[in-house]
């Protein structure tokens, strides 16, 4: 009898909306209040809710990817060993990573020369800005300057991902025994604990003490690894690997995820804006420098939230969606390819209409609407069963055809 290993269903499919989720954070980028400087897009139609919605899904969307990709990440390990788990990634995350380098980043620049200037200046690409678009456009790829301008952009998690892997290899093969064993009896406690949310933001929130602007995270974009954002991501991700030996403990986790997600989002992340709005107002220097005590809390609210939403979001995801279901599948198939391209469709529609009278709801619709169709229709006529749907998320077999003669299973 062919053992069929278990399938992590809702936790597979977490993942998957946490890509889609960044499509919406994305498409939203060019409509808050105060100015995205890297953005390349910026409506004459803009909004506090999109503010609001940019603070909101940053503190939790990349962090809670990160934990799942460490807990995948040890599934592999465990079930094909190091040398598999290297081979795995290589193929998912390194090929894609250079393919996407060599083909979309490029696209990209091409994008952002033909948007907002100082979006130029705050990427750092070079321009001439005496020249008109076309020649610019023209000048900057055929010199050849465009190689120079290579950066992992949106694509940042992936660098961070393939580190990340390097990072865990010398634990994997070092810390066994006694040592291995004390470690996960410790964090073990910690996940039993009913305060593990505390001392989980408690831990986290150093790490965003030293951020550009305290309790938000950075958002890299270049080849450089700042240590602190290094770390910060690494914790989760450390956090997510050691889950993985304790994974009977996820319906205990998460098994009050409605107080947790009420908690986060009526308490403490009232507590987190209002404290991150006066930071703001400190850098406009609209308000006197908040003292160590806000700046403290500050930190740990946004620390806080993030673990509430994290933990909430499993246990949501974990009653929700327990068993198979093929949209379910397809669509957590389909989340790469989307997040790979979607930067493509969401800045060109957000060029061609930041200046258009339509009303900014209207705008945003049309731009997730018109980015989100091409996406998934590219990925089932053009990807899912082709070598780079194989490369991308393994082999996926045609369904077969029915016919009304036959009895369907």
Not at 128 to 156: K, N, T, V, Y
Not at 232 to 261: E, K, M, N, Q, S
Not at 283 to 293: A, N
Request: glycine share 8%; aromatic share 14%; proline share 7%.
């Amino acid at each position: 009898m062919t053992h069929h290993p278990e399938r992590y269903h809702s936790l597979d499919f977490l993942r998957a909306a946490m890509m889609f989720l960044g499509i919406m954070l994305h498409g939203v980028l060019s409509f808050p209040e105060t100015r995205i400087p890297f953005w390349p897009a910026w409506d004459v139609d803009r909004s506090p809710v999109a503010d609001f919605l940019i603070f909101v899904i940053h503190a939790f969307r990349m962090q809670t990817f990160f934990l799942l990709a460490g807990f995948f990440g040890c599934l592999l390990a465990e079930r094909s060993g190091l040398w598999g788990l290297l081979k795995h990634r290589f193929a998912r995350i390194v090929i894609p990573f250079g393919l996407a380098l060599i083909i979309i980043q490029p696209i990209l620049q091409a994008l952002w020369m033909l948007g907002n200037r100082d979006a130029l200046r705050a990427v750092g690409m070079p321009f001439d800005p005496d020249l008109p678009r076309a020649q610019m456009l023209e000048e900057h790829f055929l010199s050849g300057r465009f190689l120079g301008s290579i950066d992992p952009f949106h694509l940042w998690f992936l660098y961070f991902l393939i580190v990340f892997f390097l990072l865990i290899v010398p634990p994997m093969l070092l810390i066994r025994g006694r040592a291995a064993g004390y470690g996960r009896r410790l964090f073990r406690g910690l996940l039993q604990l009913r305060g593990r949310s505390i001392v989980l933001a408690l831990i986290t929130m150093p790490f965003l003490w030293t951020m550009q602007l305290e309790g938000m995270v950075d958002t890299p974009n270049r080849w450089e690894l700042p240590p602190n954002l290094l770390g910060y991501y690494f914790l989760f991700f450390a956090v997510g690997w050691l889950l993985w030996h304790d994974r009977d403990l996820l319906p205990t986790i998460g098994r009050r995820w409605p107080w947790g997600l009420a908690l986060g989002n009526l308490v403490v992340l009232p507590v987190f804006l209002i404290l991150m709005f006066a930071r703001l107002d400190v850098m406009q220097q609209k308000s006197p420098p908040l003292g160590v005590g806000p700046t403290a809390l500050l930190c740990f609210s946004a620390a806080l939230f993030t673990w509430l939403m994290l933990i909430g979001l499993i246990g949501m995801f974990q009653t929700c969606f327990t068993r198979e279901r093929h949209w379910v599948r397809w669509a957590a198939d389909a989340s790469y390819w989307c997040y790979l391209w979607h930067m493509v469709p969401i800045i060109a529609l957000q060029i061609l209409l930041e200046q258009s009278p339509l009303p900014g709801l209207l705008k945003f619709a049309i731009i997730i609407g018109v980015s989100l169709a091409l996406l998934l229709t590219s990925y089932q006529w053009g990807v899912r069963y082709t070598a780079i749907g194989r490369l991308l998320n393994g082999r996926r077999m045609r369904p077969l055809p029915q016919h009304n003669n036959e009895p369907r299973p």
